[in-house]
C-alpha cells in the first residue's frame, strides 16, 4: 500500500505542473487586468502599479518567478485586489467556511442517498421503491442553481423559517447543505439500490438467508458492504463536485466561502487569487481521489494496489 501511495503522488507532481502552467497563461491571455476595472489612473500610476506586482517583466520570468515562490516557498504571492493581503491568508481565512459546507453536504447526501438506495433495493418493485427512485431522479434532474432559489422562495421567503443568505448561526447551514447535498444524494440513491439488487442476488446471500440470518443482518453485514462498491467509487468525483459545486451555492446564499472568493477573483482577474484556488482545489481532489482507492481495496479484498 504505501509503495502504491507514494506512486501515485510521484505521479500528481506532473499533473499539478499541467494545472499550474495552464492556469498560468490562460488567465494571462483574457482580455482586461487586475487594474483595468479600477477607476482612471494616469499612466505614470498605472506603470507604477504594473511595476510593484512585476507585471511589467516579461511573461515567462513572471512564470518563473511564480513557479520558484510557490515550490521553494509555498508563496502563493500577493492579492491584486485585496491590497496588504496575500492569497495565503486569503485562502487561510475563508477555505474553512468552504470545507463546512462540503462536509455537511456530503453527510447529508450519504445519509439521505444510503437511506433511499437501501430502501428502494429491499423494497424491490413495490411502492417504495417507486418513491424513492422518483425522488432520486427528480434529485438528479434539478441542477443546484435552481433548487437553490427554489428552497430560497418556499422557506425562506413565503414560510420564513430561515433567512435567505449569510453563515451566521446554525440556521443558515440548513438550505446551503440541502442544496447542496440533495444532488448527489440521488446520485448516491441510484448507485446503491443498483450495487444492492447485484449483491442481494449473490449466492452468499442466499446462503446466509437459508441458515436462518435475519434480513437485518443480511443487509448491514453481508450485503451492504459489497454493494457500497459503487457508491465508494463515485465519492471521489462527487467530493470535487461538492467542492467546485460550492461555488454556486456560495454565490446564492451570499457565504464568506473560497468558492465566493474564486468567482470574484475571476471577475476582477485577481491573477494570483486564481492561481491560489486551483492549485488548493487540485490538489483536495487528486488526494480525495488516492483515498477513495484506498477504501475500495480496503471493502473489496479481490482488489490489489495496482
Not at 95 to 104: D, N, R, T
Request: aromatic letters at 10%; proline letters at 5%.
Amino acid at each position: 500500500m504505501l509503495r502504491f501511495i507514494a506512486r501515485r503522488l510521484l505521479e500528481t507532481i506532473p499533473v499539478l505542473f499541467v494545472i499550474l502552467t495552464a492556469t498560468f497563461f490562460m488567465i494571462r491571455f483574457v482580455p482586461g487586468g487586475p487594474f483595468t476595472a479600477e477607476k482612471a489612473v494616469t499612466p505614470e500610476v498605472m506603470r507604477n502599479l504594473e511595476r510593484a506586482y512585476d507585471l511589467d517583466k516579461p511573461l515567462w520570468q513572471q512564470y518563473t518567478r511564480y513557479l520558484r515562490n510557490v515550490l521553494l516557498h509555498g508563496d502563493l504571492g500577493p492579492s491584486f485586489k485585496y491590497p496588504n493581503r496575500t492569497v495565503n491568508e486569503i485562502i487561510a481565512g475563508k477555505l474553512p467556511v468552504s470545507l463546512e459546507l462540503g462536509a455537511e453536504a456530503l453527510v447529508l447526501a450519504l445519509v439521505l442517498g444510503l437511506t433511499l438506495g437501501v430502501l428502494a433495493a429491499v423494497k424491490n418493485n413495490t411502492w417504495i421503491d417507486y418513491v424513492c427512485s422518483s425522488a432520486a431522479m427528480t434529485g438528479i434532474c434539478l441542477p443546484t442553481f435552481v433548487l437553490g432559489p427554489l428552497l430560497v422562495l418556499l422557506f425562506a421567503i413565503h414560510l420564513g423559517w430561515v433567512n435567505a443568505s449569510g453563515w451566521d448561526g446554525p440556521a443558515d447551514r440548513i438550505l446551503p447543505c440541502l442544496t447542496l447535498g440533495c444532488v448527489y444524494a440521488a446520485y448516491i440513491a441510484r448507485l446503491t439500490r443498483g450495487g444492492m439488487l447485484e449483491v442481494l442476488s449473490q449466492d452468499y446471500i442466499r446462503t446466509a438467508r437459508a441458515k436462518g440470518a435475519s434480513e437485518v443482518r443480511v443487509i448491514f453485514k453481508h450485503a451492504l458492504r459489497g454493494g457500497l462498491l459503487p457508491v465508494v467509487s463515485f465519492l471521489g468525483p462527487a467530493i470535487a463536485g461538492i467542492l467546485t459545486g460550492s461555488f454556486v451555492i456560495e454565490t446564492i446564499f451570499q457565504i464568506p466561502g473560497l468558492g465566493r472568493e474564486f468567482v470574484n477573483s475571476a471577475f476582477n482577474r485577481d491573477y494570483t487569487l486564481v492561481l491560489g484556488t486551483v492549485i488548493l482545489y487540485a490538489t483536495l481532489i487528486i488526494g480525495l481521489n488516492l483515498l477513495v482507492d484506498v477504501v475500495q481495496v480496503w471493502l473489496n479484498p479481490k482488489l490489489k494496489f495496482e
